[in-house]
């Protein structure tokens, strides 16, 4: 079997059926591929949903309850279960062009590697505010790298809406660390591009594929402006959490981080007074990531010492 797609989905029955419909359109032959939902806890109608689309699927289809919360718990799990040679994985908010899959699997052969990922282009559920701006597109998980197959050495390298590791990797490198990433409602993230940093420090290729698409959910709760300020803290917890600084870069980024984040608070104040959103947003960005990121060292210092 080329491939194993692993769909991990926690209390998302609403938007996954059009998840799952769109790897019933895949150009890829239906004998090279299988799909594995990841139930994560679920505790609405997702397991009727899955058991609905298995009776009439026509590909390879396979239902896994796994009740310990974590995005990172889900997708091992899928990876353990998996039984192709390319594990690949698609948000359960996320449809995949037809050609998803076999762009992906193509990829790989025109430029061995060891880890696939494509282009992640937003579906938008309503018109952006008038306080969006391009550098906040990363928050909401979109990625182009352009339209040319090319190998990828710099984060956040893939999202783990739209990637394929080679089985062997996780032989070799281990699997998702399981304190990093979603678990229910919270924004910690970083799993996917601490699992592709560990990759790239292998010095094992990771490739863009961008023929292989897939339209991520944007829905009106996550265009506001409390949304990306829990994101761009937790954004800095990530930062903090998957990347191992040395002991001094560590102590020079909380000293940097927390001058910044006092001398930044009184601009962010001033342009949400004066009526300069889009300015405001982006001072924030630097105030929240920064506290996200100190907040994870004083946790992690704590820690040590019990």
């Given at each position: 079997?080329?491939?194993?797609?692993?769909?991990?989905?926690?209390?998302?029955s609403d938007?996954?059926?059009?998840?799952?419909?769109?790897?019933?359109?895949?150009?890829?032959?239906?004998?090279?591929?299988?799909?594995?939902?990841?139930?994560?806890?679920?505790?609405?109608?997702?397991?009727?949903?899955?058991?609905?689309?298995?009776?009439?699927?026509?590909?390879?289809?396979?239902?896994?309850?796994?009740?310990?919360?974590?995005?990172?718990?889900?997708?091992?799990?899928?990876?353990?279960?998996?039984?192709?040679?390319?594990?690949?994985?698609?948000?359960?908010d996320a449809?995949?062009?037809?050609?998803?899959?076999?762009?992906?699997?193509?990829?790989?052969?025109?430029?061995?590697?060891?880890?696939?990922?494509?282009?992640?282009?937003?579906?938008?559920?309503?018109?952006?505010?008038?306080?969006?701006?391009?550098?906040?597109?990363?928050?909401?998980?979109?990625?182009?790298?352009?339209?040319?197959?090319?190998?990828?050495?710099?984060?956040?390298?893939?999202?783990?809406?739209?990637?394929?590791?080679?089985?062997?990797?996780?032989?070799?490198?281990?699997?998702?660390?399981?304190?990093?990433?979603?678990?229910?409602?919270?924004?910690?993230?970083?799993?996917?591009?601490?699992?592709?940093?560990?990759?790239?420090?292998?010095?094992?290729?990771?490739?863009?594929?961008?023929?292989?698409?897939?339209?991520?959910?944007?829905?009106?709760?996550?265009?506001?402006?409390?949304?990306?300020?829990?994101?761009?803290?937790?954004?800095?917890?990530?930062?903090?959490?998957?990347?191992?600084?040395?002991?001094?870069?560590?102590?020079?980024?909380?000293?940097?981080?927390?001058?910044?984040?006092?001398?930044?608070?009184?601009?962010?104040?001033?342009?949400?007074?004066?009526?300069?959103?889009?300015?405001?947003?982006?001072?924030?960005?630097?105030?929240?990531?920064?506290?996200?990121?100190?907040?994870?060292?004083?946790?992690?210092?704590?820690?040590?010492?019990r």
């Amino acid at each position: 079997m080329k491939a194993s797609v692993i769909v991990c989905t926690h209390n998302r029955s609403d938007v996954l059926g059009q998840a799952l419909q769109s790897l019933e359109s895949q150009t890829l032959s239906v004998k090279e591929f299988e799909v594995l939902v990841i139930d994560n806890g679920s505790t609405d109608r997702t397991a009727g949903l899955v058991e609905e689309q298995i009776k009439k699927t026509r590909i390879t289809f396979t239902y896994v309850r796994e009740d310990r919360l974590g995005l990172c718990v889900a997708r091992n799990r899928g990876v353990r279960e998996a039984k192709g040679e390319w594990i690949a994985f698609l948000d359960d908010d996320a449809q995949a062009d037809p050609e998803w899959l076999e762009a992906l699997i193509d990829a790989t052969a025109a430029m061995p590697c060891s880890c696939v990922g494509g282009k992640i282009v937003p579906n938008w559920q309503t018109s952006v505010p008038a306080w969006f701006s391009e550098p906040l597109m990363r928050y909401l998980i979109v990625l182009d790298y352009g339209d040319t197959v090319r190998q990828i050495t710099r984060m956040p390298f893939f999202y783990g809406t739209n990637m394929a590791f080679h089985c062997g990797v996780f032989d070799r490198l281990g699997l998702f660390r399981e304190d990093l990433d979603r678990v229910g409602t919270v924004l910690m993230g970083g799993g996917d591009t601490e699992m592709c940093l560990r990759v790239h420090r292998a010095r094992l290729p990771l490739v863009y594929a961008p023929r292989a698409v897939v339209h991520h959910l944007i829905p009106e709760s996550r265009l506001t402006k409390e949304f990306f300020r829990r994101r761009f803290y937790y954004s800095g917890r990530a930062r903090a959490a998957h990347t191992p600084d040395p002991i001094l870069t560590k102590i020079a980024l909380v000293f940097g981080l927390s001058l910044g984040a006092l001398s930044l608070t009184p601009l962010a104040l001033a342009a949400n007074l004066f009526g300069a959103q889009r300015c405001a947003m982006k001072i924030e960005r630097l105030i929240l990531v920064a506290l996200g990121y100190l907040h994870h060292q004083i946790l992690a210092v704590s820690a040590s010492r019990r």
